[in-house]
């Protein structure tokens, strides 16, 4: 069955950085775009960064651009999302997702 496997996420400085993975299993995974969102407390889910199959196209919340980078390795079926400048804003359970699969989510919380 499909299993997508967030981890690395935890609690940070404002300033600092985090990276991201996201396991994928289960499925065929090179052929496909991968995303990352983002769900803070009270807020609807958003789309952080997304990537296409071959990695060569990536888009980004206006929020997160120039800050965030998301990439792959399909030999690996691993997606990232490297994060820097992290502010408190940036707080939320962050989630990997290809079609109608999500995976549990990592929390990452940005306070001093």
């Known amino acids: 069955q499909v299993q997508l496997v967030e981890s690395g996420g935890g609690l940070v400085q404002p300033g600092g950085s985090l990276r991201l993975s996201c396991a994928a299993s289960?499925?065929?995974?090179?052929?496909?775009?991968m995303s990352w969102y983002r769900q803070a407390p009270g807020k609807e889910r958003e789309l952080v960064a997304s990537?296409?199959?071959?990695?060569?196209?990536?888009n980004y919340a206006d929020s997160v651009k120039d800050r965030f980078t998301i990439s792959r390795n399909n030999a690996k079926t691993m997606v990232y999302l490297q994060m820097n400048s992290l502010t408190p804003e940036d707080t939320a359970v962050y989630y990997c997702?290809?079609?109608?699969?999500w995976g549990q989510g990592t929390q990452v919380t940005v306070s001093s």
């Open positions: 990537i296409t199959a071959a990695g060569y196209t990536t």
């Open positions: 289960g499925f065929t995974f090179s052929p496909y775009a």
């Open positions: 997702h290809w079609s109608r699969y």
